[in-house]
């Protein structure tokens, strides 16, 4: 296999010096790419020194190196990970077939749709993000922000790299519209709708990547599957990088939660914001807001293209091998549907319904998160409890996004739901409380602001109080 190389122009592990051609393309799409990158990434820190990690191999051992970095220098490159030898397709009509190399023809559209939708989700979490360096929490928290925007972009340039390699002329002029639309535009939107919401404060960012950064860790488990193999390749790695997002979200939703609980302990009527901390109940809508909101992320309940690209060996389900039928094509699964004005059960063909298989590995995956912050609740001795809302719930897409549920997923009326709205997701004025307490940024090393508890720990061995961005040069 291809050895790594860091001091090329892209450091890459997937030998692009033996490809001039592949090469000189990457190498024209890149200040492009970092033209985007100083529009739209994060905003006023582009000349600042920010101790971040850059990948530098793909073994288990190693594979970061950790050092001040200008953001607009960062290295970004290619990395696959290492071939898995007689790989076979794992799942739909295909299984115990040789995995491809290359594209099938019959499956060229498919499967460039899937990783352009995938790459399209990079940028623009990316781009949601941008603003929120000037109302940190902490220099530990603004790093791992960082840290957070580069590997997005790093992640972009993995599925460039697909489509350029394997698509041909359409896979270059994808690659130039991946940094032309903008989440939120009017005209040119990014593709899916959560990733066009406005994130506009720390504890939308804490909710984004427990949340949404976790759709994205079972989107790459599912592209991992493929039997496309430099797909499964980049996404294995990816994997790698996404853990670290994965951390920021669930600790750093913990850490507001232990806050809020100590000050809400400490206050007669068991309030946090008189204090200038986040009432739980508050913490509670930010969750139901940004958990139903990636719930849709998954797609319909009954989707005939999920279940064509899982024949097809397109995608698959996360962790395949845990699922005991690979065929799944004389299966069978209950789906509560919602007809004539109440629930039914319906038995459905397993794959029409395989995207059910995907979300229910979320929805406990996120689980097992709020039963952690249950604990640092318990701990503080606090009856209330976090919990997550039924999969009905403020859904957009899918079966139930025509009607009205509660949190415990029983059916109400439109006029029903709209009374109870601002009980449910945050109001204008829990948004409004939540900026007022993050006006001002924390930039002094080992400072925290006071609506959050500090971290365990540093980064890479590095004490709380370590100049993590060297925000005064
Ligand atoms: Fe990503
Ligand atoms: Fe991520």
Redesign the pocket.
Known sequence: MAQVDLDALIPNNVNLAGDRRLARALEAWQPRFVDWWREMGPEGFNAKDVFLRTAVDVGAEGWANFDYVKMPEYRWGIFLSDPVEDRRIGFGDHVGQPVWQEVPGEHRNALRRLIVTQADT?PA?VEQQRRLGAICPSLYDLRNLFQ?NV??GR?LWAMVYLLHSHFGRDGREEADELLQRRSGSADKPRILGTFNEPVEDWLDFFMF?MF??RD??FQLLSLAESAFDPLSRSCRFMLT??AH??FVGETGIDRVVRRSAELSAADPNGLASPHGGIDLPVIQKYLNLWFSNCLDLFGGEISANASSYFAAGLKGRPHEDKFEDHVALEATRMLEVYEAGRLTERELPRRIAINEDARDGYIADCQRAVDRWNKTLDKAGLSYRLTLPHRRFHRRIGIYAEHFFAPDGSPLSAEGFARRQDAWLPSATDRAFVRSLQARPVYEPGKMANWIAPPQKGIDGRPLDFAYVRVEA
Do not use: I, Y
């Open positions: 990079e979490s957070v590997e997005e992640h990547t949404t950064d994205g860790k990088e996404e997002h994965l």
